[in-house]
């Protein structure tokens, strides 16, 4: 069923399609890690179909769609999610066992988390020991590339950078992840994932600025621009993407704080991560997809009267070594 027409924000079509780094479009973030200004960036604004994903739910599967929704209920009702050193300490471990249960992963390790809320981005709210509230990402994108789904493996092997939202926590004297850079060698020629674990923190449920994701197995190769972001020690990458007819997008909803979006960010297992761009994710049906697009979008039936959406995101490694 479709719930709502919305324009979703695309890279504008006459933007060279990407799968590697060329000096594109990209974006520059302060010391804090937060966005700073765009650059080389031309927005397109078609509108596109959006499904009932709860309609959906028992067939949107991580492996083929690239996400799925789950009940999680937290045993710990009292977690502040404005508080960095509470959700590292006393959220992270449920995280990380929940992908590991949905994945089959040997080991799984949450590394960095992100708190959205667009009123929390224009007050300058900050977490305490953290970063500064980010605005919900209104732009058609994937979290990782070819290139930079490598290279965060193997950042991981090192102690924490600033940017790292747990790194002032730590203060550079130890890591969460603990694999060396062998293990990371072995994991990058065999199979590992970066998925996030999503949730509304706010006891409303979700109506403004909800999540629409993108249907894997919808996405070809060509769809893709890679995007810089530069960082205050290192650049990192997206794919943003360009729009196709095709896209299959659904959104979940209402979602409430006992629920959690698994949104897979990238696969080594997946087809277009194989075929180092070949093949799109339609190409081998057996095969976990490699990554979901995603997005926030303007919902038509978000009134003024919703409240702000506050939602979490909890980055997390899985390992098939």
């Known amino acids: 069923m479709i719930v ?10 006459g933007i060279p399609s990407s799968l590697h780094r060329t000096g594109g479009p990209k974006m520059r973030r302060d010391h804090s890690g937060s966005d700073s200004r765009l650059e080389g960036v031309e927005i397109a604004r078609p509108p596109v179909s959006i499904h009932d994903g709860r309609e959906a739910a028992a067939r949107c599967t991580l492996d083929q769609h690239g996400f799925a929704l789950e009940d999680a209920r937290l045993d710990d009702t009292e977690l502040d999610f404005l508080a960095s050193e509470e959700v590292v300490s006393r959220y992270y471990a449920d995280c990380a066992e929940r992908v590991r249960v949905a994945t089959g992963a040997g080991r799984v390790y949450a590394f960095d988390h992100n708190v959205r809320s ?8 900050r977490l305490a020991q953290g970063q500064k509230v980010q605005a919900p990402a209104h732009m ?19 102690p924490p950078t600033a ?8 203060d550079g ?6 694999i060396d850079e062998a293990q990371a060698a072995t994991a990058a020629t065999g199979r590992f994932a970066l998925i996030n ?36 020690d290192r650049v990192g990458e997206n794919y943003w ?37 070949a093949a799109g994710d339609a190409s081998e049906l057996d095969s976990p997809c490699t990554f979901s697009f995603h997005s926030a979008f303007t919902d038509p039936r978000t009134t003024a ?3 702000d959406r506050w939602s979490c995101e909890v980055r997390c490694l899985a390992l098939w070594i």
């Open 197 to 232: 674990v999503w949730r509304n923190i706010d006891v409303a449920p979700v109506r403004s600025d909800p999540l629409v994701l993108c249907a894997a197995q919808s996405v070809e190769p060509e769809d893709l621009v890679v995007f810089e972001i530069h960082y205050a």
């Open 118 to 125: 667009a009123g929390g981005k224009r007050a300058q709210r």
């Open 173 to 178: 004297r130890e890591t969460l992840v603990s």
């Open 305 to 307: 009267s919703d409240p």
């Open 4 to 13: 709502a027409e919305a324009p979703l924000n695309y890279l504008a079509e």
């Open 241 to 277: 993407a360009k729009h196709a007819d095709r896209h299959a997008w659904y959104t979940f909803p209402e979602m409430e704080r006992e629920e959690a979006l698994l949104i897979k960010q990238w696969d080594s297992a997946g087809p277009l991560a194989r075929s180092n761009g």
């Open 163 to 170: 940017n790292d939202t747990y790194g002032p926590l730590l």
């Open 140 to 158: 058609v994108h994937g979290d990782y590339t070819l290139t930079s789904a490598v290279q965060r493996l193997r950042d991981l092997t090192c």
